[in-house]
Nanobody
């Protein structure tokens, strides 16, 4: 099973930017579709963005045009560049991996992003 560790969260002002990173280990990275999800207090975890092994991307409407997901298959990392942040982006952000072969899902521990003035 793949292990996922997120980093890069923190406090940022509205309109600011933040870059999250996720390091994967323990399995063959190329076999996974990667993603970022987030969960705000009192809300369900929701999809933010996904990226396939071939770098095909998918974004939630709420972040489209502001966030960008990328992956480095040599470094086994996935990044989420977040721009034009607003208070609605405040959440714990989780790295996600879905194995293409069998659909098994893995999650990171999460990293807090707080957007506040």
């Amino acid at each position: 099973q793949v292990q996922l560790v997120e980093s890069g969260g923190g406090l940022v002002q509205p309109g600011g930017s933040l870059r999250l990173s996720c390091a994967a280990s323990g399995s063959k990275f190329i076999l996974y579709t990667m993603g970022w999800y987030r969960q705000a207090p009192g809300k369900q975890r929701e999809l933010v963005a996904t990226i396939t092994s071939g770098s095909s991307t998918n974004y939630a409407d709420s972040v489209k045009g502001r966030f960008s997901i990328s992956r480095d298959n040599d470094k086994n990392t996935v990044a989420l560049q977040m721009n034009s942040l607003n208070s609605e982006d405040t959440a714990v952000y989780y790295c996600n991996a879905r194995k293409i072969l069998d659909g098994v899902v893995s999650w990171g521990q999460g990293t807090q992003v707080t957007v506040s003035s």
